[in-house]
Protein backbone atom coordinates (compact mmCIF):
# COMPACT_ATOMS: atom_id res chain seq x y z
CA UNK A 1 0.00 0.00 0.00
CA UNK A 2 1.37 3.50 -0.61
CA UNK A 3 1.19 6.19 1.95
CA UNK A 4 2.78 9.47 3.07
CA UNK A 5 4.02 10.30 6.23
CA UNK A 6 4.84 13.86 7.71
CA UNK A 7 7.06 13.52 10.29
CA UNK A 8 6.80 16.79 12.17
CA UNK A 9 3.10 18.21 13.11
CA UNK A 10 4.38 21.66 14.20
CA UNK A 11 7.72 23.05 12.93
CA UNK A 12 8.63 26.76 14.56
CA UNK A 13 11.05 28.66 12.95
CA UNK A 14 12.42 32.47 13.43
CA UNK A 15 12.03 34.84 10.63
CA UNK A 16 14.27 34.89 7.86
CA UNK A 17 15.89 31.47 9.34
CA UNK A 18 15.83 28.19 6.82
CA UNK A 19 13.54 25.71 7.33
CA UNK A 20 12.96 21.82 6.12
CA UNK A 21 9.65 20.24 6.40
CA UNK A 22 10.08 16.36 6.35
CA UNK A 23 8.01 14.45 4.09
CA UNK A 24 8.35 10.44 3.50
CA UNK A 25 6.22 7.98 1.01
CA UNK A 26 6.06 4.22 0.98
CA UNK A 27 5.42 2.92 -2.74
CA UNK A 28 5.46 -0.20 -4.73
CA UNK A 29 5.10 1.91 -7.89
CA UNK A 30 5.65 4.80 -9.38
CA UNK A 31 3.90 8.15 -7.65
CA UNK A 32 3.72 11.91 -8.05
CA UNK A 33 4.55 13.96 -4.95
CA UNK A 34 2.98 17.33 -4.22
CA UNK A 35 3.64 19.93 -1.46
CA UNK A 36 0.38 21.88 -0.98
CA UNK A 37 0.21 24.86 1.11
CA UNK A 38 -3.80 26.35 3.24
CA UNK A 39 -3.79 28.99 4.88
CA UNK A 40 -6.00 29.84 7.18
CA UNK A 41 -9.69 29.47 5.93
CA UNK A 42 -8.72 28.90 2.55
CA UNK A 43 -8.35 25.96 0.62
CA UNK A 44 -4.72 24.42 -0.67
CA UNK A 45 -2.44 26.18 -3.26
CA UNK A 46 -0.21 23.65 -5.16
CA UNK A 47 3.25 24.81 -3.88
CA UNK A 48 5.55 22.39 -6.05
CA UNK A 49 5.31 18.56 -7.90
CA UNK A 50 7.51 16.21 -9.06
CA UNK A 51 6.30 13.88 -11.87
CA UNK A 52 9.74 12.82 -13.49
CA UNK A 53 13.02 14.16 -14.61
CA UNK A 54 15.05 16.26 -12.12
CA UNK A 55 14.91 15.38 -8.84
CA UNK A 56 15.12 19.25 -7.74
CA UNK A 57 11.86 21.01 -8.10
CA UNK A 58 11.27 24.50 -7.42
CA UNK A 59 8.24 25.87 -6.77
CA UNK A 60 6.19 29.43 -5.73
CA UNK A 61 7.04 31.33 -2.71
CA UNK A 62 10.86 30.44 -2.82
CA UNK A 63 10.14 26.58 -1.76
CA UNK A 64 11.97 23.45 -3.36
CA UNK A 65 12.20 20.28 -2.88
CA UNK A 66 14.12 17.24 -3.85
CA UNK A 67 12.75 14.12 -4.21
CA UNK A 68 15.21 10.92 -3.11
CA UNK A 69 14.71 7.39 -3.97
CA UNK A 70 16.92 5.65 -1.86
CA UNK A 71 15.78 7.24 1.39
CA UNK A 72 12.14 7.40 -0.16
CA UNK A 73 11.92 11.58 0.82
CA UNK A 74 10.30 14.46 -0.69
CA UNK A 75 11.53 17.30 1.98
CA UNK A 76 10.69 20.54 1.27
CA UNK A 77 12.88 23.52 2.35
CA UNK A 78 12.96 27.14 1.89
CA UNK A 79 16.33 28.83 2.99
CA UNK A 80 14.78 32.08 4.54
CA UNK A 81 11.36 32.17 5.76
CA UNK A 82 8.83 35.09 5.93
CA UNK A 83 6.29 35.94 8.21
CA UNK A 84 3.55 35.41 5.47
CA UNK A 85 4.74 31.12 5.23
CA UNK A 86 2.95 30.74 8.23
CA UNK A 87 0.76 27.76 7.60
CA UNK A 88 -0.53 24.80 7.10
CA UNK A 89 1.67 22.16 4.66
CA UNK A 90 0.68 18.93 3.70
CA UNK A 91 2.71 16.31 1.56
CA UNK A 92 0.54 14.28 -0.73
CA UNK A 93 1.14 11.32 -3.59
CA UNK A 94 -0.81 10.06 -6.42
CA UNK A 95 -0.43 6.96 -8.36
CA UNK A 96 -1.36 6.15 -11.62
CA UNK A 97 -5.20 6.52 -10.63
CA UNK A 98 -6.68 9.90 -10.28
CA UNK A 99 -6.94 9.84 -6.12
CA UNK A 100 -4.27 12.10 -3.89
CA UNK A 101 -3.47 11.10 -0.94
CA UNK A 102 -2.35 13.70 2.01
CA UNK A 103 0.03 13.46 4.40
CA UNK A 104 -1.55 14.71 8.22
CA UNK A 105 -0.05 17.89 7.35
CA UNK A 106 2.97 20.01 9.15
CA UNK A 107 2.12 23.37 11.15
CA UNK A 108 4.83 25.83 10.28
CA UNK A 109 5.11 29.06 13.21
CA UNK A 110 7.21 31.90 11.72
CA UNK A 111 7.96 34.13 14.94
CA UNK A 112 8.97 37.29 14.16
CA UNK B 1 -9.51 33.33 -14.67
CA UNK B 2 -11.52 32.12 -11.77
CA UNK B 3 -11.10 29.67 -9.57
CA UNK B 4 -12.75 26.53 -8.19
CA UNK B 5 -15.77 28.01 -6.42
CA UNK B 6 -17.77 26.82 -3.42
CA UNK B 7 -20.97 27.85 -1.87
CA UNK B 8 -21.68 28.42 0.66
CA UNK B 9 -18.44 29.37 2.33
CA UNK B 10 -19.79 28.83 6.18
CA UNK B 11 -23.37 26.68 7.35
CA UNK B 12 -24.76 26.21 10.21
CA UNK B 13 -27.76 23.98 10.97
CA UNK B 14 -29.49 22.22 13.28
CA UNK B 15 -29.09 18.18 13.33
CA UNK B 16 -31.46 16.42 11.10
CA UNK B 17 -31.93 18.73 8.27
CA UNK B 18 -30.46 18.44 4.70
CA UNK B 19 -27.63 20.05 3.69
CA UNK B 20 -26.35 20.81 0.13
CA UNK B 21 -23.04 22.42 -0.81
CA UNK B 22 -22.02 24.03 -4.41
CA UNK B 23 -18.85 23.49 -6.30
CA UNK B 24 -18.44 25.12 -9.62
CA UNK B 25 -15.43 24.00 -11.12
CA UNK B 26 -12.76 25.97 -13.16
CA UNK B 27 -13.97 26.00 -16.74
CA UNK B 28 -12.36 23.18 -18.53
CA UNK B 29 -11.32 20.90 -16.39
CA UNK B 30 -12.86 17.37 -16.23
CA UNK B 31 -12.05 15.98 -13.19
CA UNK B 32 -14.00 16.81 -9.94
CA UNK B 33 -13.27 15.72 -6.47
CA UNK B 34 -15.15 16.26 -2.89
CA UNK B 35 -12.89 16.34 0.06
CA UNK B 36 -13.53 16.64 3.84
CA UNK B 37 -11.63 18.01 6.28
CA UNK B 38 -11.51 17.09 10.16
CA UNK B 39 -9.25 17.38 13.23
CA UNK B 40 -9.38 14.14 13.74
CA UNK B 41 -8.76 12.36 10.23
CA UNK B 42 -7.13 15.22 8.25
CA UNK B 43 -7.92 15.59 4.74
CA UNK B 44 -10.28 12.43 3.08
CA UNK B 45 -11.53 12.08 -0.49
CA UNK B 46 -14.94 11.64 -0.77
CA UNK B 47 -15.52 11.09 -4.58
CA UNK B 48 -14.53 12.06 -7.12
CA UNK B 49 -15.89 12.65 -11.23
CA UNK B 50 -14.52 12.20 -14.33
CA UNK B 51 -16.34 13.98 -17.22
CA UNK B 52 -19.67 14.29 -14.82
CA UNK B 53 -19.72 10.46 -14.41
CA UNK B 54 -18.61 9.43 -10.83
CA UNK B 55 -15.98 7.05 -10.51
CA UNK B 56 -14.76 6.61 -6.99
CA UNK B 57 -17.29 7.00 -4.48
CA UNK B 58 -15.76 4.49 -1.89
CA UNK B 59 -15.09 7.16 0.66
CA UNK B 60 -18.65 8.80 1.37
CA UNK B 61 -19.15 7.58 4.61
CA UNK B 62 -22.44 6.61 4.81
CA UNK B 63 -26.01 6.38 2.34
CA UNK B 64 -26.77 9.96 4.03
CA UNK B 65 -24.37 11.16 1.71
CA UNK B 66 -24.71 11.66 -1.79
CA UNK B 67 -22.77 13.79 -4.44
CA UNK B 68 -23.89 14.46 -8.39
CA UNK B 69 -22.73 16.57 -11.37
CA UNK B 70 -25.34 16.91 -13.88
CA UNK B 71 -23.50 19.12 -15.81
CA UNK B 72 -19.54 19.97 -16.28
CA UNK B 73 -19.66 23.27 -14.59
CA UNK B 74 -21.91 22.26 -11.70
CA UNK B 75 -21.71 19.99 -8.85
CA UNK B 76 -23.52 18.90 -5.15
CA UNK B 77 -22.80 17.00 -2.40
CA UNK B 78 -25.97 16.77 -0.22
CA UNK B 79 -25.89 15.49 3.46
CA UNK B 80 -29.51 14.24 4.91
CA UNK B 81 -29.83 13.74 7.15
CA UNK B 82 -27.39 15.91 9.16
CA UNK B 83 -25.85 14.95 11.89
CA UNK B 84 -23.36 16.84 14.43
CA UNK B 85 -20.33 13.90 13.11
CA UNK B 86 -20.41 15.77 9.55
CA UNK B 87 -19.38 19.06 10.60
CA UNK B 88 -16.04 19.33 9.20
CA UNK B 89 -14.69 21.55 5.91
CA UNK B 90 -15.53 20.17 2.56
CA UNK B 91 -13.31 20.85 -0.21
CA UNK B 92 -13.77 20.82 -3.92
CA UNK B 93 -11.17 20.94 -6.42
CA UNK B 94 -10.96 20.41 -10.24
CA UNK B 95 -8.03 19.19 -12.71
CA UNK B 96 -7.71 18.70 -16.59
CA UNK B 97 -5.90 15.74 -17.44
CA UNK B 98 -3.13 14.74 -15.27
CA UNK B 99 -2.21 18.60 -14.02
CA UNK B 100 -2.40 19.23 -10.68
CA UNK B 101 -5.70 19.94 -8.84
CA UNK B 102 -6.84 23.06 -7.89
CA UNK B 103 -9.25 23.43 -4.31
CA UNK B 104 -12.10 25.78 -3.80
CA UNK B 105 -11.85 27.60 -0.86
CA UNK B 106 -13.94 25.44 1.03
CA UNK B 107 -17.29 25.30 2.79
CA UNK B 108 -17.25 25.15 6.54
CA UNK B 109 -20.10 23.01 7.66
CA UNK B 110 -21.13 22.88 11.94
CA UNK B 111 -23.88 20.53 12.78
CA UNK B 112 -25.27 21.69 15.92
Known amino acids: AQSVTQLDSQVPVFEEAPVELRCNYS??????LFWYVQYPNQGLQLLLK??????LVKGINGFEAEFNKSQTSFHLRKPSVHISDTAEYFC??????????FGTGTRLTVIP | DAGVIQSPRHEVTEMGQEVTLRCKPI?????LFWYRQTMMRGLELLIYFNNNVPIDDSGMPEDRFSAKMPNASFSTLKIQPSEPRDSAVYFC??????????FGDGTRLSIL
Open chain 2, 27 to 31: SGHDY
Open chain 1, 50 to 55: YLSGST
Open chain 2, 93 to 102: ASKQGNQPQH
Open chain 1, 92 to 101: AYQTGANNLF
Open chain 1, 27 to 32: SSVSVY
